[in-house]
T-cell receptor
Framework: GQQLNQSPQSMFIQEGEDVSMNCTSS?????WLWYKQDPGEGPVLLIALYKAGELTSNGRLTAQFGITRKDSFLNISASIPSDVGIYFC??????????FGDGTTLTVKP | EPEVTQTPSHQVTQMGQEVILRCVPISNHLYFYWYRQILGQKVEFLVS????????KSEIFDDQFSVERPDGSNFTLKIRSTKLEDSAMYFCASPRQTDALYGYTFGSGTRLTVV
């Protein structure tokens, strides 16, 4: 089946720093998605990308859909303590299912 | 924003027992999904349900699993004879838009503990 490689596995940063994480796949996707998960909760969608090369922002978050359709990155600028959580990338080929990456655990030190 | 509601939030069951996890998905969508997440691991696809039948399922979704839409608003996941390795968070999801290619709204999950 399709596999997503997400990196880094974890990040420890100072408040105010910028963050970058990425996902790569051996096969193409038609949609790339980035979710954030807080402890004990379901993932919450942050950004959805639908076209190769697309760059989309949501506040301090910016994500890009790679031109090859096999990768995506997420940047968080000027991190704040509430950015703490686990960030998952996910790819969708069709409406049937999403394939998730292993997650990046973000810790922000005040 | 529309919500997906799951009950119970936590269920403890003995190995070999049957469990039913319940979901009220966002109305007016045709797609419904179940995912699971073993503690500390990634979210894994179990099954998608479209037009009142299974449209796709993963290798995890074996004969012990079944899904049902018993009425117009509920969506259930049944595990017939639970195993220790079924312990996980189970999430129900609805597509954020009707064509289902724009990501999901997830419920808060049911934590299943098999002892």
């Amino acid at each position: 089946g399709q596999q997503l490689n997400q990196s880094p596995q974890s990040m420890f940063i100072q408040e105010g720093e910028d963050v970058s994480m990425n996902c790569t796949s051996s096969s193409i996707f038609n949609t790339w998605l980035w979710y954030k998960q807080d402890p004990g909760e379901g993932p919450v969608l942050l950004i959805a990308l639908y076209k190769a090369g697309e760059l989309t922002s949501n506040g301090r978050l910016t994500a890009q859909f790679g031109i090859t359709r096999k990768d995506s990155f997420l940047n968080i600028s000027a991190s704040i303590p509430s950015d703490v959580g686990i960030y998952f990338c996910a790819g969708q080929l069709h409406a049937g299912k999403s394939t998730f990456g292993d997650g990046t655990t973000l810790t922000v030190k005040p | 924003e529309p919500e997906v509601t799951q009950t119970p939030s936590h269920q403890v069951t003995q190995m070999g027992q049957e469990v039913i996890l319940r979901c009220v998905p966002i109305s007016n969508h045709l797609y419904f999904y179940w995912y699971r997440q073993i503690l500390g691991q990634k979210v894994e696809f179990l099954v998608s349900f479209y037009n009142n039948e299974i449209s796709e399922k993963s290798e995890i979704f074996d004969d012990q699993f079944s899904v049902e839409r018993p009425d117009g608003s509920n969506f259930t996941l049944k595990i017939r004879s639970t195993k220790l390795e079924d312990s996980a968070m189970y999430f129900c999801a609805s597509p954020r838009q009707t064509d289902a290619l724009y990501g999901y709204t997830f419920g808060s999950g049911t934590r299943l503990t098999v002892v």
